[in-house]
């Protein structure tokens, strides 16, 4: 079984910075593409950012120039690193990995972190 756990949520002023992390656990072979999606009250779940196992990236624009996502393949592991953080960028934060495992046969997996708060106070 695969989990995905994120960290560094927390609340911020805006203009502030805060940096998000997601593990991944269990009978890992590989990881292709990683992500961070948030989800705000009332609203549906947006795409933030997403990176590929060879680190090409990809962009909401409302957070482009702002956020970086980046990701350490030894460690199963994104991060999303937030500047400049908006009020309007309040929501929970969850990140995703496609996931390759060979238990009990080679197949890839779409699993889904729990989120973590990420609040911004103006």
């Known amino acids: 079984q695969v989990q995905l756990v994120e960290s560094g949520g927390g609340l911020v002023q805006a203009g502030g910075s805060l940096r998000l992390s997601c593990a991944a656990s269990?009978?890992?072979?590989?990881?292709?593409?990683m992500g961070w999606y948030r989800q705000a009250p009332g609203k549906q779940r947006e795409m933030v950012a997403t990176?590929?196992?060879?680190?090409?990236?990809n962009y909401a624009d409302s957070v482009e120039g702002r956020f970086t996502i980046s990701r350490d393949n030894a460690k199963n592991t994104v991060y999303l690193q937030m500047n400049s953080l908006k009020p309007e960028n309040t929501a929970v934060y969850s990140c995703?990995?496609?996931?390759?495992?060979?238990?009990?046969?080679?197949?890839?997996?779409?699993?889904w972190g729990r989120g973590t708060l990420v609040t911004v106070s103006s």
């Open positions: 990176i590929t196992r060879n680190n090409s990236t």
């Open positions: 269990g009978s890992i072979f590989s990881i292709n593409n």
């Open positions: 995703y990995a496609q996931v390759i495992v060979t238990t009990p046969y080679y197949r890839t997996l779409e699993v």
